[in-house]
């Protein structure tokens, strides 16, 4: 696969024509989507069809009263409606705003006033949160799963009504999609992205994904946060190949594995959590035939995992790094590969680990990951946080995008995740990154998950801190965390180990899944407080 990237964006890029309309002409038939969910219904949809309803609900959403530029929350999981509903949005040139159904009654609040949403979007799940919440009566409420009082019944309204032809001819820089932040800290931020984003998941696609015609590409991310554009969405469908969904509650790692022996999935993007759970189950004697590729993304993942997937199923998984802000900025590509690492910038991305004055730092010492922004804006940057300049300016400095992140970069150019720039403990002058200590912890086998966490002390300042979940068959004990600490010591640097242990049940995450250490380490210093 070539390694170049030529980023030329044209003036005006609308994803639902330049995409979705040519693959529709150039290969009607082709398979775009199959949909799945946990009764056992199938639906299979070609490019064709995916213009079709994809049209319709634009139609629908035109009679509801949305127009260009109007903001439309999509409070869905993994309905099928999820998908043509975006492309509907694109189509009609407004904003989509997708969000989980895990919001609360304040959460939908929140979202419906800050990003001034003029149309509501939601499944049987969610709906009567929607009810809960004091909407003003102007907004139209559009229901998926039949009738609602007080709602659109969305099937009907499609079925009665003509697919809409026209598509909005949006400048590359027109707003076309509002994303909440994970709010791990304070309330979530609002990520705008143009409507020529889509177009920068090329390198999504090309460099990670490995995607092309005849894959079949499975997406394990949640429809409500950005990854779903990355990966179920725009990335797999620019490189002409189909999208696989399984709509089911919850995640069963054995029903999962069972979809993978089923369908015809040829590659796979699986957050961290999952492929945990994954070799942690029994993998003996499954086999995956059509499986060539594997992906994850969210957050970095444990060597000791990379390891036992291996192992099992002869793959090695790749690890991609983004944000809500970008697309992919570097990730281990096919042939490229180094365990437990970040892995190298993609092409058309200028990344680098800087200083506090800016500038590149050497290889091996630790700094702030950041994209350089130069006369033309990096492919996929975000277009601001709507609403709060200040915000937006915070994250540039002296030429550089930063994301928040810290890392170091090897003489070979593999990034190495140390962790957000909040959550390295600082011990008696030592850095701690936790995701080093995490992944060690992770290697001894009564381990399930951990996080790791600065908690106050006294003589050090901070020492380290981990919340451990067990695996099956594991009780929690002082003799157990004399071992893992132990084990930690003899594993990395002995000035890392853990020197609190807390068994626990489960780990506080964001809708995303990804952990919230902040939640953690903030109760650790409000009970010294106290």
């Given at each position: 696969?070539?390694?170049?990237?030529?980023?030329?964006?044209?003036?005006?890029?609308?994803?639902?024509?330049?995409?979705?309309?040519?693959?529709?002409?150039?290969?009607?038939?082709?398979?775009?989507?199959?949909?799945?969910?946990?009764?056992?219904?199938?639906?299979?949809?070609?490019?064709?069809?995916?213009?079709?309803?994809?049209?319709?609900?634009?139609?629908?959403?035109?009679?509801?009263?949305?127009?260009?530029?109007?903001?439309?929350?999509?409070?869905?999981?993994?309905?099928?409606?999820?998908?043509?509903?975006?492309?509907?949005?694109?189509?009609?040139?407004?904003?989509?705003?997708?969000?989980?159904?895990?919001?609360?009654?304040?959460?939908?609040?929140?979202?419906?006033?800050?990003?001034?949403?003029?149309?509501?979007?939601?499944?049987?799940?969610?709906?009567?949160?929607?009810?809960?919440?004091?909407?003003?009566?102007?907004?139209?409420?559009?229901?998926?799963?039949?009738?609602?009082?007080?709602?659109?019944?969305?099937?009907?309204?499609?079925?009665?009504?003509?697919?809409?032809?026209?598509?909005?001819?949006?400048?590359?820089?027109?707003?076309?999609?509002c994303y909440f932040t994970s709010g791990t800290t304070g309330q979530p931020k609002m990520t705008i992205h143009?409507?020529?984003?889509?177009?920068?998941?090329?390198?999504?696609?090309?460099?990670?994904?490995?995607?092309?015609?005849?894959?079949?590409?499975?997406?394990?991310?949640?429809?409500?946060?950005?990854?779903?554009?990355?990966?179920?969405?725009?990335?797999?469908?620019?490189?002409?190949?189909?999208?696989?969904?399984?709509?089911?509650?919850?995640?069963?790692?054995?029903?999962?594995?069972?979809?993978?022996?089923?369908?015809?999935?040829?590659?796979?993007?699986?957050?961290?959590?999952?492929?945990?759970?994954?070799?942690?189950?029994?993998?003996?004697?499954?086999?995956?035939?059509?499986?060539?590729?594997?992906?994850?993304?969210?957050?970095?993942?444990?060597?000791?995992?990379?390891?036992?997937?291996?192992?099992?199923?002869?793959?090695?998984?790749?690890?991609?790094?983004?944000?809500?802000?970008?697309?992919?900025?570097?990730?281990?590509?096919?042939?490229?590969?180094?365990?437990?690492?970040?892995?190298?910038?993609?092409?058309?991305?200028?990344?680098?680990?800087?200083?506090?004055?800016?500038?590149?730092?050497?290889?091996?010492?630790?700094?702030?990951?950041?994209?350089?922004?130069?006369?033309?804006?990096?492919?996929?940057?975000?277009?601001?946080?709507?609403?709060?300049?200040?915000?937006?300016?915070?994250?540039?400095?002296?030429?550089?995008?930063?994301?928040?992140?810290?890392?170091?970069?090897?003489?070979?150019?593999?990034?190495?995740?140390?962790?957000?720039?909040?959550?390295?403990?600082?011990?008696?002058?030592?850095?701690?990154?936790?995701?080093?200590?995490?992944?060690?912890?992770?290697?001894?086998?009564?381990?399930?998950?951990?996080?790791?966490?600065?908690?106050?002390?006294?003589?050090?300042?901070?020492?380290?801190?981990?919340?451990?979940?067990?695996?099956?068959g594991h009780l929690p004990s002082d003799d157990l965390a004399k071992a893992l600490q132990d084990h930690v010591?003899?594993?990395?640097?002995?000035?890392?180990?853990?020197?609190?242990?807390?068994?626990?049940?489960?780990?506080?995450?964001?809708?995303?899944?990804?952990?919230?250490?902040?939640?953690?380490?903030?109760?650790?210093?409000?009970?010294?407080?106290?």
């Open positions: 696969m070539s390694e170049a990237f030529d980023w030329n964006p044209p003036t005006h890029y609308n994803f639902a024509r330049d995409a979705i309309e040519r693959l529709a002409a150039e290969r009607p038939d082709a398979r775009a989507l199959l949909w799945t969910d946990g009764s056992g219904a199938v639906v299979d949809r070609s490019f064709a069809d995916l213009s079709d309803h994809s049209a319709r609900a634009a139609a629908v959403l035109r009679a509801a009263g949305v127009g260009r530029g109007d903001t439309v929350l999509i409070l869905l999981s993994r309905e099928i409606e999820w998908w043509e509903l975006m492309l509907a949005c694109l189509r009609l040139g407004a904003i989509a705003s997708p969000g989980t159904v895990q919001l609360t009654p304040k959460d939908i609040a929140y979202r419906c006033q800050a990003a001034e949403a003029r149309c509501i979007i939601a499944g049987v799940d969610i709906a009567p949160r929607v009810d809960d919440t004091p909407v003003d009566a102007a907004i139209p409420l559009i229901h998926i799963g039949g009738s609602r009082p007080g709602w659109i019944d969305y099937a009907a309204a499609k079925g009665t009504t003509t697919p809409l032809a026209d598509i909005a001819d949006t400048a590359f820089d027109d707003p076309a999609l143009g409507a020529g984003y889509p177009l920068a998941h090329e390198i999504t696609g090309r460099f990670w994904l490995d995607l092309g015609p005849g894959d079949l590409h499975w997406n394990m991310s949640d429809t409500g946060w950005a990854k779903a554009a990355w990966s179920s969405l725009f990335a797999p469908w620019l490189m002409g190949a189909a999208i696989f969904v399984n709509h089911a509650p919850g995640f069963d790692p054995a029903a999962a594995m069972d979809l993978l022996e089923r369908y015809p999935v040829t590659t796979l993007c699986a957050p961290p959590t999952a492929y945990r759970m994954f070799v942690r189950a029994d993998l003996d004697g499954r086999s995956f035939p059509h499986l060539r590729h594997c992906v994850s993304a969210g957050e970095p993942l444990n060597p000791e995992v990379i390891d036992l997937w291996k192992k099992a199923t002869g793959l090695d998984i790749h690890d991609g790094y983004g944000q809500t802000e970008t697309v992919l900025l570097c990730c281990n590509r096919a042939g490229s590969t180094r365990q437990g690492a970040m892995g190298r910038p993609t092409p058309g991305i200028d990344l680098a680990v800087i200083g506090h004055d800016g500038a590149i730092l050497p290889s091996g010492e630790e700094g702030d990951i950041a994209l350089r922004v130069g006369e033309r804006r990096p492919p996929g940057l975000f277009l601001g946080y709507r609403g709060a300049p200040d915000r937006t300016a915070s994250v540039f400095r002296d030429g550089w995008y930063l994301t928040g992140d810290r890392a170091t970069v090897d003489t070979d150019g593999f990034f190495w995740f140390v962790g957000r720039a909040d959550d390295v403990i600082l011990s008696s002058g030592y850095r701690i990154g936790p995701f080093e200590v995490e992944s060690v912890l992770f290697e001894h086998e009564a381990v399930a998950e951990s996080a790791v966490v600065a908690s106050p002390d006294a003589t050090r300042g901070e020492v380290v801190k981990a919340f451990v979940v067990l695996a099956s010591k003899q594993a990395t640097a002995p000035y890392k180990y853990p020197r609190r242990i807390e068994f626990v049940d489960s780990l506080p995450k964001t809708v995303s899944g990804k952990i919230r250490r902040n939640e953690l380490r903030d109760n650790e210093f409000t009970k010294a407080d106290a």
